[in-house]
């Protein structure tokens, strides 16, 4: 199973940049590599996913080095309303839950980013 | 707007009560999911469904069931209600089960079992 490691709580302050690294030692050649952000009492909103090398959205980076065992969620310039738990997932989705395929996604406890003024 | 609709918004349910948490979708996404959220344990997945007809158990599947009748409902039941079943639910929808694009959640149902 792809296990992800990424740290339990960040601090930040307005208009810094924020990179939250996420290790995944064992990711497997399907494997994509997907961030989500749960604001409290709301579900889970996708944020960015990636394979390999960088990818760039409106909101957010994705670096992911050659090796794949790590990546890191860039957050430019980030506000008072991005303080909120950010999950890095690992898995291919594709083949998650065929008959008899013990692969699934592990979402783990997330990193919760604190925002302050 | 496209998305995920969820009822209740929250309950509180007297144990042994039976109750269907509702889950309503308007992407035509093919695979449905249940999870549950509780602190300290993070999200777990109840029950899955890749298209429609179709059922499978996720990681915590007793004490719930599941039917998946139309694209787009995919109502979660416990049959009777338990103080563990204390928690958030959310429901998710993805296309075809790929991951490609990840995964739309709804805001979740609170339900508190006393």
């Known amino acids: 199973l792809a296990k992800t490691t990424q740290p339990i709580s960040m601090d930040s302050y307005e208009g810094q940049e924020v990179n939250i690294t996420c290790s995944h030692n064992n990711i497997a050649t399907n494997d994509y590599i997907t961030w989500y952000q749960q604001f409290p009492s709301q579900g889970p909103r996708f944020i960015i996913q990636g394979y390999k090398t960088k990818v760039t959205n409106e909101v957010a980076s994705l670096f992911i080095p050659a090796d794949r065992k790590s990546s890191t969620l860039s957050l430019p310039r980030v506000s008072l309303s991005d303080t909120a738990v950010y999950y890095c997932?690992?898995?291919?989705?594709?083949?998650?839950?065929?008959?008899?395929?013990?692969?699934?996604?592990?979402w783990g406890l997330g990193t919760s980013l604190a925002v302050n003024p | 707007i496209a998305g995920i609709t969820q009822a209740p918004t929250s309950q509180i349910l007297a144990a042994g009560r039976r109750m269907t948490l509702r889950c309503t979708q308007d992407m035509r996404h093919n695979a449905m999911y249940w999870y549950r959220q509780d602190l300290g344990l993070g999200l777990r997945l109840i029950h899955y469904s890749n298209t429609a007809g179709t059922t499978g158990k996720g990681e915590v599947p007793d004490g719930y069931s599941v039917s998946r009748a139309n694209t787009d409902d995919f109502p979660l039941t416990l049959a009777s209600a338990v103080p563990s079943q204390t928690s958030v639910y959310f429901c998710a929808s993805s296309d075809s089960g790929e991951d490609l694009y990840g995964y739309t959640f709804g805001s979740g149902t609170r339900l508190t079992v006393v």
């Open positions: 997932l690992v898995g291919d989705g594709r083949v998650v839950w065929a008959a008899g395929n013990n692969r699934k996604l592990i």
